[in-house]
T-cell receptor, first 115, second 114 residues
């Protein structure tokens, strides 16, 4: 596609429910990243995929968070048993490769509110 | 631990003047340093990348400098316009690869007043 697409754009969920966030990167971009941005805070790196593989999952905040990528394309970030502290904007980005000499293209994010 | 510092206070600049934003980092210099623009409710947009062996990079009204001795990058917008008002983020990768992602500063909010 022309840009990085994220869905849903907004999600309100009850504490304890599971949520699934979707990211559709730019076609041909092998690298995909998930970040979290809380109000007034910087971007917090969560996970990186090169193709379908995530070499390091240590950036995920807890074991309630998981992510996968299939077909070298779409990625989903799943949060189980959501907590209020999970409320944030979840941003997905893709780049041509994992090397840092390429800029990232970000989606508009999913605003998650846990009530 | 690695740290990126950007001026957290909003920067107010008169239209037509040059806006200069600062990004300071600790520890060793990254291979690349990037600047992004973020508008409210939107994801960051990539603007410029500068390599550690480059002193300066330009793109239209934008200019970025990289001083590895001072561990600092400066981002300049010349002939500033109200449409340039946004939050500007500095980002760098220490590994040079994707595994640790880019580390972002918290950004500086720039306001260009007509």
């Amino acid at each position: 596609g022309a840009g990085v697409s994220q869905s849903p754009s907004n999600k309100v969920t009850e504490k304890g429910k599971d949520v699934e966030l979707r990211c559709d990167p730019i076609s041909g971009h092998t690298a995909l990243y998930w970040y979290r941005q809380s109000l007034g805070q910087g971007l917090e790196f969560l996970i990186y995929f090169q193709g379908n593989s995530a070499p390091d999952k240590s950036g995920l905040p807890s074991d309630r968070f998981s992510a996968e990528r299939t077909g070298g394309s779409v990625s989903t970030l799943t949060i189980q048993r959501t907590q209020q502290e999970d409320s944030a904007v979840y941003l997905c980005a893709s780049s041509l490769s994992g090397a840092s000499n390429y800029g990232y293209t970000f989606g508009s994010g999913t605003r998650l509110t846990v009530v | 631990s690695q740290k990126i510092e950007q001026n957290s206070e909003a920067l107010n600049i008169q239209e037509g003047k040059t806006a200069t934003l600062t990004c300071n980092y600790t520890n060793y210099s990254p291979a690349y340093l990037q600047w992004y623009r973020q508008d409210p409710g939107r994801g960051p947009v990539f603007l410029l990348l500068i390599r550690e062996n480059e002193k300066e990079k330009r793109k239209e009204r934008l200019k970025v400098t990289f001083d590895t001795t001072l561990k600092q990058s400066l981002f300049h917008i010349t002939a500033s316009q109200p449409a340039d008002s946004a939050t500007y983020l500095c980002a760098l990768s220490y590994s040079g690869g994707g595994a640790d992602g880019l580390t972002f500063g918290k950004g500086t909010h720039l306001i260009i007043q007509p």
